[in-house]
Nanobody
Framework: QVRLVESGGGLVQAGGSLRLSCAASGRIFSINAMGWYRQAPGKQRELVASIYSGGSTNYADSVKGRFTISRENAKNTVYLQMNSLKPEDTAVYYC????????????????WGQGTQVTVSS
């Protein structure tokens, strides 16, 4: 069974920084992409950033230049460094692992973490 465990959320003032971490555990052979999504109250879940096993990245326009996603493939871990935080970044942040090959599934599968709250005060 594959599990994603997030950490690093919290309360920060506008302009501050936070670093989120997400570690995938289980008997994993490979993960195609890992990413972070967020969902604010009353809004749909949206992609924040993603990174593929080869290192290519995607960012939402709203976070470009402020957030940086990175990954340690050997540890099946993804990070999100968030700088210059704004109140509109307040949301629950979810880790996602896409195209996971593991002993628990014949086909590649996608998994989600439980979410971590990020609150930015003005």
């Amino acid at each position: 069974q594959v599990r994603l465990v997030e950490s690093g959320g919290g309360l920060v003032q506008a302009g501050g920084s936070l670093r989120l971490s997400c570690a995938a555990s289980g008997r994993i052979f490979s993960i195609n992409a890992m990413g972070w999504y967020r969902q604010a109250p009353g809004k749909q879940r949206e992609l924040v950033a993603s990174i593929y096993s080869g290192g290519s990245t995607n960012y939402a326009d709203s976070v470009k230049g402020r957030f940086t996603i990175s990954r340690e493939n050997a540890k099946n871990t993804v990070y999100l460094q968030m700088n210059s935080l704004k109140p509109e970044d307040t949301a629950v942040y979810y880790c996602n692992a896409e195209g996971v090959r593991s002993t628990g599934s014949i086909w590649p599968a996608d998994y989600w973490g439980q979410g971590t709250q990020v609150t930015v005060s003005s």
